[in-house]
């Protein structure tokens, strides 16, 4: 069973910046298909953005332009780099691989005004 580890949230500014990482166990990294999701207080838990093995990316219209998803295979880790954060950016942030049941304990960003 895959194994996620989230780090990297805080609390941040409006306006400012941060970097999530996510580490997964396993040889297999390469071959997923990572997400980020992220539920806010009171709603729906949903996927912002997803990377696939080849680099090609997706993202949700709320973060389009604002965040940017990455990998490393080497370190077996996917990256969230986040800029430009709204107070509507405050949710706990979760990594998963698609098609498995596999989600880590996940991360909490607070954007303050």
């Known amino acids: 069973q895959v194994q996620l580890v989230e780090s990297g949230g805080g609390l941040v500014q409006s306006g400012g910046s941060l970097r999530l990482s996510c580490a997964a166990s396993?040889?297999?990294?390469?071959?997923?298909?990572m997400g980020w999701h992220r539920q806010a207080p009171g709603k729906q838990r949903e996927l912002v953005a997803s990377i696939r093995p080849d680099d090609s990316t997706n993202y949700s219209d709320s973060v389009k332009g604002r965040f940017a998803i990455s990998r490393d295979n080497g370190k077996n880790t996917v990256y969230l780099q986040m800029n430009n954060l709204k107070p509507d950016d405050t949710a706990v942030y979760y990594c998963?691989?698609?098609?498995?049941?596999?989600w880590g304990q996940g991360t909490l960003v607070t954007v303050s005004s």
């Open positions: 998963n691989v698609f098609g498995l049941n596999a």
């Open positions: 396993g040889s297999l990294f390469r071959f997923y298909i």
